[in-house]
């Protein structure tokens, strides 16, 4: 039998080259780039109790994805990224759902670090300030409250550490936006410069409905302030609600300063409340992570029909070197990486994929590594509509061509399988072709089975390689033929009904 190391794929190397890269965090927040945040007294409590009827959904609305993580994710991701002591999301509807979610984030992790997360519920809601009601008892006497809303996904750490900072240890920060069209929202009115009050649409005045400055649903406040306030709401307005927003009003009588603090980035603090809107922020969010890539370099054919998501564990990090190019429509998940002048063709879906320097993916290819992980090559060629799934392991200038579908497979340097052909828990060596249509069966029913083909080997078309089974090296299979016996190196091995000619044959005719 050959050497082993004959059939190895060449370990796939770090290569010297500069990548740039972006993840889930550099995606919602810009704090790593930007000094990094000190542990501090804060607590951020992330109120996600409401019903989101617009969505007209049996899932919660938090639950909802957006770059395919839960939004609620988004929201809890970027605040960890402030390393607050705890963080205290309120549940109502489907909290059982939402706590579950929660807790599989926990689980997995290397999100964020969520030792300090805990939920409480909410039943029945009866407003945002009812909502931040049910904090109080685990919310200490000291440090910062951070109230944030679950559904507003694109919120970033530095915005947040700006208005934290803002609050210092005496002051209400409130996080406001000016607004084209301000229906709906609570107005924020000032007497001169100085904050007065959140007046909410349903109970404004005509006057008041024209003031476009809004508040964001998004405050830092002394929990020392924050608790007396709480305990001091009324549902005395049009809604029965308690109103988080009317502690302005005891700020203001209190003699406590009140800051604004402006973003002018709307998306950053726009709440998903029906598909559309979840559409649209999907789209705002992708095209800023396409502007981030072609700021390091990456060449994209059009950054509007560009996608990179979370696979289900979370994950979200592409990784590029330099000179990468990436035509139109193409989805990224989990974590990929793509080496120095890798081009990756039109409409390829590619998760959890290590593409080499050099490499070319031609349109349409599937490739999803899930857990094993998928490597192409330097050099190699992929699709078009090839499908690498799973522990597929091309190793240099290793061809896969239209129609083909490799799993569990190693394929050594410059081994082609061009057309038509499943790869499955195979061992191929060193140029090693491979006929269009061959099937590796690998699968009797009940356990799969390797098939080794050894270097130099040629698999004639349409030929069914029956597991387990060795082709020795150099050998030659010749087209249509069944092998479900190994053959020794150098050999033809031909399987299949002799071609018969008979001569002057008479072809039967019609009575
Ligand atoms: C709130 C603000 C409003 C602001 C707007 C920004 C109040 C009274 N008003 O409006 O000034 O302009 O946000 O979007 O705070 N929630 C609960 N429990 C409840 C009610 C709501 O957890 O009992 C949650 C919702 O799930 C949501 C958030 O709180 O995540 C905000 O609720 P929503 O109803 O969207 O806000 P409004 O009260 O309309
Ligand atoms: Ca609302």
């Given at each position: 039998m050959e050497s082993a190391s004959r059939q190895t794929v060449q370990p796939i190397s770090e290569t010297a080259e500069s990548y740039v890269g972006l993840s889930a965090r550099d995606a919602s927040g810009a704090v790593r780039s930007a000094q990094e945040p000190v542990p501090q007294a804060l607590s951020v409590v992330i109120m996600?109790?409401?019903?989101?009827?617009?969505?007209?959904?049996?899932?919660?609305?938090?639950l909802h994805r957006l770059a395919g993580r839960a939004l609620l994710a988004h929201v809890v991701g970027t605040a960890a990224q402030l390393l607050p002591r705890q963080m205290v999301v309120i549940t109502g509807h489907g909290a059982i759902e939402v706590e579950a979610a929660l807790a599989v984030l926990i689980r997995a992790g290397?999100?964020?670090?969520?030792?300090?997360l805990s939920c409480v519920r909410q039943e029945p809601q009866l407003g945002t300030g009812h909502a931040v009601q049910q904090a109080v008892p685990v919310l200490p006497d000291d440090g910062v409250c951070l109230v944030l809303n679950g559904d507003v996904p694109l919120i970033q750490a530095d915005t947040l550490q700006a208005l934290v900072a803002s609050c210092g240890a005496d002051k209400l920060a409130l996080l406001t936006v000016v607004m084209p069209d301000a229906t709906g929202y609570g107005r924020i009115v000032r007497s001169g410069n100085a904050v007065q009050a959140i007046v909410e649409h349903k109970d404004a005045s005509a006057a008041l409905r024209e003031i476009r400055e809004i508040y964001t649903g998004v405050m830092a406040v002394p929990n020392r302030l924050l608790k007396p306030w709480l305990a001091r709401l009324s549902n005395d307005n049009t809604q029965n609600e308690f109103y988080l927003t009317d502690i302005v009003k005891f700020a203001v009588v209190d003699g406590v300063s009140v800051v604004a603090q402006q973003t002018t980035d709307t998306a950053q603090v726009d709440g998903v409340n029906s598909p559309v809107q979840l559409a649209q922020l999907e789209r705002t969010h992708q095209l800023r992570q396409a502007h981030a890539l072609m700021e390091a370099g990456v060449r994209l054919t059009?950054?509007?029909r560009f996608d990179l998501r979370a696979d289900s564990r979370g994950t979200c990090e592409l990784v590029c070197a330099q000179d990468v190019e990436i035509d139109l429509g193409c989805i990224f998940e989990g974590r990929v990486s793509l080496g120095q002048g890798a081009r990756i063709g039109a409409h390829c879906i590619i998760a959890n994929a290590r593409i080499e320097a050099g490499a070319v993916i031609h349109p349409f290819s599937h490739i999803d590594g899930e857990v094993l992980g998928v490597q192409v090559g330097q050099g190699a060629m992929v699709g078009p509509f090839a499908r690498l799934r799973p522990g597929a392991h091309l190793g240099e200038d290793v061809h896969i061509g239209n129609f083909v579908e490799v799993k569990n497979s190693t394929l050594a340097q410059g081994a082609k399988a061009n057309h038509l052909t499943y790869l499955g828990d195979a061992t191929v060596g060193e140029r090693v072709n491979i006929g269009a249509g061959t099937i590796t069966a690998n699968y009797d029913g009940a356990n799969k089975h390797r098939t080794v083909i050894e270097a130099d080997v040629h698999i004639g078309s349409n030929s069914v390689l029956v597991a387990p089974v060795t082709i020795g090296a150099g050998g030659t299979v010749g087209a249509g033929s069944v092998v479900t016996k190994s053959t020794p190196p150098g050999a033809l091995t031909v399987v299949r009904g002799k071609t018969v000619g008979v001569e002057g044959w008479i072809r039967p005719v019609k009575r």
């Open positions: 996600a109790a409401g019903k989101g009827t617009r969505m007209k959904s049996t899932r919660p609305k938090v290397d999100q964020f670090d969520a030792k300090n059009d950054p509007a």
